[in-house]
């Protein structure tokens, strides 16, 4: 039965599978293909990045696994419970994540990092399903603007009434939340858009609202 959160094989999209084709062909040891959620199948807190890096999770399969972005990410997951090591490095590294799950709102590597809009709509159909199979209570993490429009797109929720804003927090639906935060990018962290203590504060409300 075909999997309504994660397609291994798709390839709706005719820019990224091309783009995918070639990777492969100049990385063949990379995974190079849509990138599986990881992690809990029923968790309290979910995060949505943005997509895949050409060599974190585009190389290892899992998503911020050996990319910069990941390392803040997976440190603080360490901190507050929700992962069993504080490090990210391979698929095989024996990481395992706690009451957490990660997704992207696109799971395949797009050019420059940057999704077009027809490919971001095409992907949205897989966040729904993980969005809407989400227990009463759950926390969803958006990481950026993207990923922030992909949620309310999977919610059929209008941007105009939800506009992002790091630390922001809003109720849904059966009693889970949305939180926003910056993306943990390497441009955000080393420009002190992000900083670890600002990120550390979202742990901290996501761990208030759901551990409350």
Same mark, same amino acid.
């Given at each position: 039965?075909?999997?309504?959160?994660?397609?291994?094989?798709?390839?709706?999209?005719?820019?990224?599978?091309?783009?995918?084709?070639?990777?492969?062909?100049?990385?063949?040891?990379?995974?190079?293909?849509?990138?599986?959620?990881?992690?809990?199948?029923?968790?309290?807190?979910?995060?949505?990045?943005?997509?895949?890096?050409?060599?974190?999770?585009?190389?290892?399969?899992?998503?911020?696994?050996?990319? /910069? %972005?990941?390392v803040i990410l997976y440190k603080l997951l360490?901190? !507050?419970?929700? +992962?069993?090591?504080? *490090?990210?490095?391979? #698929?095989?590294?024996?990481?395992?994540?706690?009451?957490?799950?990660?997704?992207?709102?696109?799971?395949?590597?797009?050019?420059?990092?940057?999704?077009?809009?027809?490919?971001?709509?095409?992907?949205?159909?897989?966040?729904?399903?993980?969005?809407?199979?989400?227990?009463?209570?759950?926390?969803?993490?958006?990481?950026?603007?993207?990923?922030?429009?992909?949620?309310?797109?999977?919610?059929?929720?209008?941007?105009?009434?939800?506009?992002?804003?790091?630390?922001?927090? /809003? %109720?849904?639906?059966?009693?889970?939340?949305?939180?926003?935060? !910056?993306?943990? +990018?390497?441009?955000? *962290?080393?420009?002190? #858009?992000?900083?670890?203590?600002?990120?550390?504060?979202?742990?901290?409300?996501?761990?208030?609202?759901?551990?409350?």
């Amino acid at each position: 039965m075909k999997d309504r959160h994660f397609d291994l094989h798709c390839r709706q999209c005719a820019r990224l599978s091309v783009f995918l084709d070639e990777v492969h062909e100049l990385h063949p040891d990379y995974h190079a293909r849509p990138v599986p959620p990881f992690g809990v199948q029923d968790p309290d807190l979910l995060i949505v990045g943005l997509a895949p890096g050409m060599h974190g999770a585009n190389a290892t399969g899992r998503p911020f696994t050996g990319d /910069y %972005a990941g390392v803040i990410l997976y440190k603080l997951l360490y901190e !507050y419970g929700f +992962s069993n090591q504080e *490090t990210s490095v391979s #698929r095989d590294d024996g990481l395992l994540l706690q009451r957490c799950r990660i997704t992207n709102a696109v799971k395949c590597l797009p050019p420059q990092n940057k999704p077009l809009g027809s490919e971001i709509s095409n992907c949205n159909d897989f966040l729904s399903a993980e969005i809407s199979s989400l227990k009463e209570g759950a926390m969803v993490l958006a990481l950026g603007t993207v990923a922030h429009r992909a949620v309310l797109r999977a919610l059929e929720l209008r941007p105009k009434d939800y506009p992002f804003g790091h630390d922001r927090q /809003y %109720a849904l639906s059966d009693g889970r939340w949305l939180i926003d935060s !910056y993306h943990c +990018s390497r441009y955000n *962290t080393q420009t002190k #858009r992000l900083t670890e203590a600002m990120f550390r504060q979202v742990f901290e409300h996501i761990c208030a609202k759901i551990d409350p």
